[in-house]
């Protein structure tokens, strides 16, 4: 089973930034994304970057979060640029492979509050 490494969570003010990061152990995901989950909600869809190449968002998050790989590093990031406090949330990052299937790593809380 691949591992996935996350950085970059924690507490920022309204209107600040985030970037995070998630390295997966195995070479050549086909796919690399992010979803997070607020209490009490249902997991929801932030970003996704099939081949580390193209991106996808869901309409209420684009211009504001922008995800981007590393295809050397097998690395995706998500930069978050002016949070508000309905994106406090656990953030998940999970990749998929052709022969294993998809991983998820542990989660990374982002809480924005003055």
């Known amino acids: 089973q691949a591992q996935l490494v996350e950085s970059g969570g924690g507490l920022v003010q309204p209107g600040g930034s985030l970037r995070l990061s998630c390295a997966a152990s195995?070479?050549?995901?086909?796919?690399m994304g992010w979803h997070r989950q607020a209490p009490g909600s249902q997991r929801e869809l932030v970003a996704i970057?099939?081949?580390?190449?193209?991106?996808t968002y869901p309409d209420s998050l684009k211009g504001r979060f922008t995800i981007s790989g590393d295809v050397d590093k097998n690395t995706v990031y998500l930069q978050l640029n002016s949070l508000k406090p309905e994106d406090t949330a656990k953030y998940f990052c999970?990749?998929?492979?052709?022969?294993?299937?998809?991983?998820w790593g542990q989660g990374l809380q982002v809480t924005v509050s003055a």
């Open positions: 999970y990749a998929c492979w052709q022969t294993t299937g998809c991983s």
């Open positions: 195995n070479a050549s995901p086909y796919l």
């Open positions: 970057m099939p081949n580390l190449g193209s991106t």
